[in-house]
């Protein structure tokens, strides 16, 4: 999953920060809860659990992360 | 000489088998010499030590004898030279009791609450099964005033037990206001008991322990062995009051180093499976029905899990 967002184009990665949790870890354990997911993987875009369970794909992730990019910008 | 990180070192010629201490920034935070000695002297000597620099104790340790040509201030010197060189490795952050022997059926005892009559009908009703060996998962202790002679009747079972969390608070000297106090003996037979039971049943390994309270103690990590099954159980599904993470806790099974995991904390009984884990919460040992046990058994595919009741 780590490795899907690294790959992403130089564009997008500018867009944005990344965390990465450790499930393994209480602080993993604890972000994983406080965005109420339920499986693995999992992806949150501006503290909300958009992709669960899937790896999503790089076209997919990159207009997500695009759109949100834009509308934030707009405002 | 790690720092913050406890260590344990096994003493030799004197009364108490073992001495505790943590080091952090060259200062001796904390010593404690456990399971026999003079408990009085030992406990001043220990609020005297903490907080002093290591190089200045050790310098106070120096031609101390008592008998066998050595003393408990010898032995500690000895200790922290070894940590000092490397000869004596830090302690995990929580004891870990490794049942060796392969197991076909395990007796698995809950909270017992300072309860001897249960304690001894349960040691009794165990005894007519095919069991091999009995685990006890705390806590031992209640708010009881049979509690030292529980722990006593205990010491002559060959019931394996860990700490639960009342346990590891008359442990520490922290038991909540009210609770019958305990004699520094008893109170050091706790502090030697492991906080969880590494085993194997049927070709499976396998833990015990009582909850929670382990993440709390210092030096807990979470790379620690065992510390993923713990922290998955107490803080992913909240001891299964979750199941909605389930799909998330059946990925991070692959990564456990046990295939059966049994705790107490909740108080009530329970079977889940997650992958290839199985997940069995032991209720307490007696409740407004009666008393119960857990058989834990298996037959060469899968664990075989029963609650055993005795009517009262």
Partial sequence: ????????????????????????????????????????????????????????????LSAEIRRRYEEKNRE | MSENERYIYRTHGVCPPEIHFQVQDGLLTEVRF???????????????????????????LRDIECRNETSCPDQLFKALSEARNGALHPAHSFDVYEDSQPRKSIA??????????????????ISRENVEISF???????????????LEFLRKQSVLAVQGDLDWSYSQGTEP?????????????????????????????????F????????????????????????????FFKDETVFPALEAMVPQFQAQIILFSQPKEWGHWQAGEANFISVGPAATA??????LLGGNGEKIHFEIMQLQD
Wanted: glycine letters at 10%.
């Fill in chain 2, 177 to 209: 206001a009210g609770f019958p106090s305990l004699d520094q003996k008893e109170r050091d037979d706790l502090f030697l008991r492991p906080h969880l039971l590494s085993f194997q049943l049927d070709g499976k390994k396998g833990i015990a322990f």
């Fill in chain 2, 108 to 125: 698995l005892i809950g909270e017992l609450g300072g309860r001897l009559d249960v304690l001894q009908r349960l040691v009794e009703a």
């Fill in chain 2, 289 to 294: 029905r009666g008393l119960n046990w857990g």
């Fill in chain 2, 34 to 60: 456990v399971g026999g000695g003079c408990p009085g002297n030992a406990r001043l000597v220990s609020r005297l030590l903490k907080g002093l620099p290591v190089e200045g104790v050790m310098e106070l």
């Fill in chain 2, 136 to 150: 006890c998962l705390g806590n031992l202790t209640g708010h009881s005033p049979a509690n030292k002679d529980l």
């Fill in chain 1, 1 to 60: 999953m780590a490795e899907s967002v690294r790959v992403l184009p130089q564009n997008i990665q500018n867009m944005m920060d990344v965390r990465e949790w450790d499930m393994r870890t209480r602080e993993g354990i604890q972000r994983f809860r406080e965005l109420r997911a339920k499986s693995l993987p999992s992806v949150a875009l501006d503290n909300e659990l958009v992709y669960e369970a899937i790896i999503p794909g790089q076209e997919d």
């Fill in chain 2, 211 to 238: 909850g929670e309270y382990l993440q709390r103690m210092s030096g807990f990590s979470d790379f620690d062995p065992f510390a993923l099954e713990i922290n998955m159980v107490s803080s992913l599904t909240q």
